[in-house]
Each structure stands twice: as C-alpha cells, then as structure tokens.
C-alpha cells in the first residue's frame, strides 16, 4: 500500500490530535504507521478511513478500547446503526388530537389531488398554516403526503400525472415558505441540491426551508445537477455547508456514489457535506469515506445544522 500521509495531515484530515494518535497507537494499536529512519511515521488512506470512523464511534459514546479490534465494514455497521438510532432520540411527537386533525386533512388533500383541484389544496395547506408552525406543517403534514406518495407509487395506486401534480403544488407551497422567511449576511450559508438522477427538486427545497428555519442563508440549485457543477458554484459562493438530498432511489446507484467522491476530492476540506433523505442510506459505505454526516430525516437534518453552526 502506498503510505504517503504523513502524522501532521493525518490529524488534518481525521481531526485527532497528534497526541491522541501515537496514544492509540501505543496503547490500542489500531494502526501500525510505517517509520522511516528518523522515526517519521506514514499512513495509508486506508489507516486514514479507519481512524476516522473510530472517532466518530468515540464520539457517539463508544470506548477505544472496545471498538480497536474492529474492521472498517464493522465499524461502517456500527456508526451507521448510531446513526439510524439518533434520528428518533427526544424527538417530539404531536398531541394526538392535533396528529388526528392532520391526518383529517391529508385524507382531504389526496381527495382533492386526485381532482386535480389546485384550489382546493392551497386551502387546505393555508387552513393548517392557522393552527401550526411552519417546522409542523413541513415535518407533519408535506412529509407525511410524500411517504404515502411514495408507498402509493411503488403498489402503483397513482397515476403518473397525479403524483407529479401533488409535488408540483407541495413545491409551490415550500417556495412561497422559503421567500417568507428573512435572511441575513452574519448567517453561514449552505448550498442545497438533488444529484444527478435526481429529478425532483422538492427534496431540496425541504432542506432549503428547514435550514432558513435554523437561520441560515441558503443557495438552492435545484435538481439533477453532477459533481462538477456544484464545484464551480462552490468556487463562487464558499458555503459552508453542501446538503445533498436523497429522496427517491436512483436507477444507477454508481453514478452516485462516484459523484460523491467526485464532489469531496474538489472541495475545500473545510465544508461539511450532509446528506438526507430515505434513500440516503443505501450510499453509507460512500458517505462514510467521504466524511459526510447522516441526515436521514429533517429531525436529524435540523439537530446537525445546529451543531455545525455552533462550531463555526
């Protein structure tokens, strides 16, 4: 293997410290940096991939010492299995009376969908925008629409036209929420997009909207867009945050995950890359090498905005 990294872009790029290196090193022996003669020490990408994912099974409340002996796929397994786990910890359930009153009004929706009666739906949503937040009526009631959708979708109990309508109109909605809320020039910025494949923007827009919410600057390029294409908006605008949404399954798979290599080979280091959607996972081997951070849902997505936040 070739050992080209030296000790001081190891801590770089891992973000362990020097000491904690030749600690666990000394003490645990995760990985075994080859020496020159004048005791410099030189690590593999490979080494690099496991330390990186210790640190990240440390910080979710695992010991060194009981997780050193782990491969990289075990370790992958285990940070995705944490990962998974945090998305429905001190998560807020709705009153039942309230859940009751919003699944009323989604029956209601799909109804009036299905009549393609435009008018009827953007009543329906201003009704319900009386009573909740605009966090709610995202996360409640656009997020339940879309899983039903999808189930809908794949036991095909909708049309086509019918579907496509439904997220036309959820997207007019989520724009008009996106220009309500004000925004301003101390807030990090984060880039939004769908990759390529990727051929709806209403993904993307939730993440928009629940990031503004957070109060954040957002710059949402929209759908179907490759690697090289956000690198050069990356070169304009410098965000601090990429959030690449997955919410319908992609009929290449590999296409993605070599994007998503891609996107992190041509960024600064510095910019965190989240990723969200249900589709999300079936890309945790790629996310992991790449450093990105699980947001499987707008629960998580909004928790990670807030720490990334905190630490800029």
Same mark, same amino acid.
């Given at each position: ?64 010492? %009981? ?22 910890? #001190? ?55 879309? #899983? ?79 690697? %090289? ?13 990429? %959030? ?65 936040? #905190?630490?800029?």
């Amino acid at each position: 293997m070739d050992r080209k990294n030296t000790l001081k872009s190891v801590s770089q790029k891992t973000g362990l410290s020097a000491h904690v290196l030749r600690a666990w090193e000394k003490r645990y022996g995760v990985v075994v940096p080859e020496r020159t003669e004048t005791n410099r020490r030189f690590y593999t990408d490979n080494e690099i991939e496991k330390l990186i994912l210790l640190k990240k099974a440390v910080n979710a409340g695992f010991s060194i010492g %009981s997780i050193k002996d782990l491969s990289v796929e075990k370790l992958q397994e285990l940070i995705l299995s944490e990962e998974k786990k945090s998305i429905f910890l #001190n998560k807020t359930l709705l009153p039942e009376k309230f859940q009751i009153k919003i699944n009323n009004r989604i029956e209601e929706f799909f109804t009036s969908a299905e009549k393609f009666n435009s008018k009827k739906l953007q009543f329906l949503i201003y009704e319900i925008e009386d009573e909740f937040s605009q966090s709610v009526i995202i996360e409640e009631f656009i997020l339940q629409i879309l #899983n039903i959708l999808d189930n809908k979708r794949k036991s095909v109990q909708i049309e086509k036209i019918t579907e496509q309508f439904i997220i036309n109109e959820l997207s007019f909605y989520i724009g008009q929420i996106i220009n309500k809320i004000p925004e301003f020039d101390d807030f990090p910025l984060i880039l939004t997009y769908s990759p390529v494949g990727g051929f709806f923007q209403i993904g993307s827009l939730i993440s928009s909207a629940i990031a503004k919410l957070e109060k954040w600057r957002v710059c949402n390029l929209g759908e179907n867009l490759n690697s %090289s294409e956000i690198v050069s908006a990356v070169k304009i605008i410098n965000p601090d945050v990429i %959030s690449i949404n997955m919410i319908y399954p992609y009929n290449n798979p590999e296409i993605i995950k070599n994007e998503l290599i891609a996107l992190k080979s041509s960024i600064p280091e510095n910019i965190k890359i989240l990723l969200s959607g249900r589709t999300v996972w079936n890309y945790r081997e790629e996310v992991i090498k790449i450093g990105g951070i699980f947001a499987g849902d707008t629960f998580a997505f909004r928790k990670e905005l807030q720490k990334i936040k #905190n630490s800029l």
